[in-house]
């Protein structure tokens, strides 16, 4: 039985990639509230403009478990610009789809990735 | 794999022998009651007529006193709209607990568009309504008071006797929704002091589709689905002749052996419930210790989310339900649905951290291995959610600066 | 003894194929579609997904249009009493057809008396209403017409895609209630410019306690049965799963047997037709005689009472229906049941002698033996009643002094 | 299959008893009205006070034919007040019964005696 969620989905529920913190983060992004029933918050590096190595630690539904492994996954690699013109739609379609009501899941990975690089900004004017 | 249905509040397995009954009337005698001039119709009015003395029987209610419907949903808008409806000169005021079933609580929408008003009772924080709210709610232009036997999400049973007594005193209706609990533990109509009674086929081992609602010699109701002259004018169309059949039978071994049922429950429950409280910190119970459905546990976990717990609990084979509202917001309205669900909110839990609930509903099927399953595996999925948990990690850290 | 079923219009059995394909979800996979995070729910949610494609298949609609209900009196309440209330400020008048059944007609009753104006069509005595009588009825304050798609009683097809047609260049809802006839003939919700439809499962050897309705992308309904958030908030209550599985079978079977099905009913209809138009005299036909279901015979006999000869049938093995409301009125409110039924009356039979109606409905199971054996029988019943009727004496005395 | 009626009624309705009229009959009553769906017409022959023969035509259902027979049945042998004191309840139990909405077929069959001897009293008086 595949249950509400596409294969990939539950994939990404069952083994998320890159679960845990970045000491010393470039950039860090907290988006969600627990009381809506999810928080994601998103690490990164960046190095000479891409972004070396992302994390998450996420609190929420399997579909939001699901968008944050995938996000990272997805920004891994990019440069600032690229990743920050990823949207709810890409981390979505890259999963197969999303139920209609958990949409707003893959919405939080793209202001997650919004906020982290915001916060990579401030840190890093110029 | 293993597939261990703890779920039983949201739905139950058919009984074999529930079945078996209904079979006759679905190929063989597929008559219309209302055709009962002819052996086929008359075949289908004698199933439905024997139906109703069987339901009657498990809540001490005589057959002339049920009203067929299409489940507890039906049941509780005709309770709530039709008894407003018939009363209205009466008074348009209705007093109902906060920790009704949405079938309860949106039924009255549309009757607050039309000006009544409604007081809504309080709860203690295990899920308890006070008798004594309900005599001091009650005005002159009170005309029905409703609060449910017991509470699917949390397991508490109410004092429907007490309340039923004091709606009697002061010649109120009382109605009570009694879905969770028909046919697990006893209720009889004389002893609640009840003048309305839903019951739900499906929530104990009888067939979905069908319900009832009891409705007191005398008490008036207008009908909500209109139409021909069926169950003596309370609720028209067709009726769900194998279905009802179904109910019935179903009505009648509930009623045999609902002692033995509770005995086992109340075991298992027990089981479960320590073995939980033992190897899962952070947790919380939910609804009364004492008085609650037997084999009924619910409580939430910190740090973790509804459905993730769900999901992982599916993917072992375990099926339970979430007390948020979150685990069916698959298909809610909006995201207004994630928030905790308006029980947890009534008794107190604190909205940020009360998504994690869950409620296992064990069934006269389940075992003690099957309890021993869930005990090994749930300790895991916490640990699983809380260390990808922004929120556990800062617990944790406060707990090392606390603790440093 | 025979056992010949002449009465589908009532109800139909069950397909076998049907059966099958109900089965599992009673016994097996008895999930509530609610809980579809985990395997049970899931399965239960799917099959209801399912359902929902084959009866919109049935009917050329989209699935997302299709909602479930428990059948078609349920249907008929919502579509009338949910799209009265959500088109409220539009206005407050409707336009009926006078020979809509009583779900039609009774879910008009609480919108009268909350004020609203019902403007009845009336039929030719076919049975048959004008498009341009609905021309002329719909006023800038109409907000929906309600036209039947085949009355039960006597068998007529009405003129649905001009009433459609109308009602769409006035922009005013159209629904049609399709009980009798869809699954039997053909229908298309854009060639009916239909806005609302009702289906009703075991009216097309589908299982009772299912219904459908068919409500227009767009078109707005007031929910009638509020509760949790089944049936994108058209109709709240746990789904009646195996029961919406057997819908949609039935549908997938109707939309491909259905030309087969009326051919053979076609032609046994007209020999039944013929042969009691030639064996029994004081006959009348009613209803439409060319645009009428397949295997639908309807007519009345002068000095004969229709219970009467309804029981004489059932003594021979040949279960029928009474178009007079007398056959049911052994549950009946009170004596007014007894007077001749209002489609009757509509199509100007005279009230004192069409207490005699029968309404023949066959079916796909039935053969030329049954319809020779109830060739056989009929002329002999209706002689014995008219030997024991006062009234059929009188008339024998004055066609003598007549005569003489 | 019983059908909605006792046997005792379906007795009556298949084979009613006394079916027919009476030549110069000493009274005759009609009650009901084919637009109601039943009508009733009954036939006394009264010999020395009693009731000698006794006939019947009814159009309706199956309780007013079942109904119609067994007051027949009844009221043959008895005397003019015997009969008169005939109640609609006695026709029903007679018949083991009638459902609650074909109480008036019973009413009927008592007021068609009624009516009889009314016609009876009217045609002999004194
Ligand atoms: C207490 C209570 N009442 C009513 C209902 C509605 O039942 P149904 O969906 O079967 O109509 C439920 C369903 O969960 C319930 O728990
Ligand atoms: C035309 C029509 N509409 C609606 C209904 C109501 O159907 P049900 O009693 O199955 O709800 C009937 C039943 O005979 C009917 O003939």
């Not at chain 2, 004492?290 to 989310?305: I, K, M, N, Q, T």
């Amino acid at each position: 039985m595949a249950g509400p969620y596409s294969a990939k989905v539950m994939d990404h529920f069952m083994n998320p990639r890159n679960v845990g913190e970045i000491e010393n983060a470039d950039g860090v992004g907290e988006v969600g509230n627990p009381a809506c029933g999810d928080m994601m918050r998103l690490y990164v590096k960046v190095e000479e403009g891409r972004i070396s190595d992302a994390k998450f630690r996420t609190f929420g539904c399997g579909a939001a478990i699901a968008s944050s492994s995938m996000l990272t996954e997805m920004i891994k690699g990019k440069t600032v610009d690229e990743a920050r013109a990823i949207t709810n739609r890409h981390v979505a379609d890259a999963l197969d789809g999303l139920p209609p009501v958990k949409i707003h899941c893959s919405v939080m990975a793209e202001e997650a990735v919004k906020a982290a690089l915001d916060d990579y900004a401030r840190k890093h004017p110029g | 794999m293993a597939h261990i249905f703890f779920d039983h509040i949201s739905t139950t397995p058919l009984d074999p022998r529930v079945f078996e009954e209904m079979k006759p009337y679905f190929l063989e005698w597929y008559g219309n009651p209302s055709s009962h001039i002819h052996d086929q119709g008359q075949a289908a009015l004698k199933a439905v007529d024997a139906a109703r003395t069987r339901v009657a029987g498990l809540i001490h209610a005589r057959p002339q006193e049920i009203v067929f419907t299409s489940g507890a949903t039906e049941a509780n808008n005709l309770a709530i709209k039709g008894a407003a409806e018939a009363y209205e000169k009466r008074g348009r005021h209705i007093v109902v607990s906060e920790v009704e079933h949405f079938s309860v609580m949106n039924a009255l929408l549309p009757l607050r568009n039309r000006g009544y008003e409604v007081t809504p009772l309080k709860v203690d924080s295990d899920g308890k309504a006070d008798p004594e709210d309900v005599r001091r709610a009650i005005r002159p232009d009170t005309i029905l008071v409703s609060v449910m036997h017991a509470n699917s999400e949390i397991g508490t049973i109410e004092p429907v006797a007490e309340i039923g007594r004091i709606a009697r005193e002061r010649e109120v209706l009382f109605h009570t929704d009694a879905t969770a609990s028909a046919g697990h533990i006893p209720l009889d109509v004389e002893a609640a002091g009840a003048d309305l009674v839903t019951l739900s086929a499906h929530n104990f081992y009888g067939p979905k589709g069908v319900g009832a609602l009891y409705v007191r010699e005398g008490v008036r109701l207008a009908s909500q689905i209109d139409g021909g002259f069926q169950e003596r004018g309370f609720r028209a169309g067709t009726e769900n002749v194998p279905g009802i059949a179904g109910m019935g039978a179903a009505a009648a071994i509930a009623k045999e052996e609902m002692a033995p049922w509770a005995g086992k429950l109340r075991r298992l429950g027990k089981r479960l419930w320590d073995g939980i409280g033992a190897t899962v910190s952070h947790l919380h119970f939910t609804g009364h210790p004492v008085d609650r459905l037997p084999g009924h546990v619910s409580f939430w976990v910190e740090y973790a989310e509804g459905e993730s717990l769900l999901l992982f609990l599916n993917v072992h084979g375990v099926m339970a339900a979430s007390g948020s509202a979150c685990s069916s917001n698959l298909r809610g309205r909006d995201e207004e649905d994630l928030v905790a669900s308006p029980v947890l909110r009534a008794i107190g839990v604190p909205s940020d951290i009360c998504t994690g609930s869950i409620t296992f509903s064990l069934g006269k099927g389940n075992t003690e291995e099957e309890v021993d399953s869930v005990l090994r595996v749930l300790p895991v999925i916490a640990k699983r959610l809380w260390e990808m948990s922004p929120t556990y990690l800062d617990y944790q850290k406060q707990k090392v600066q606390g603790g440093g």
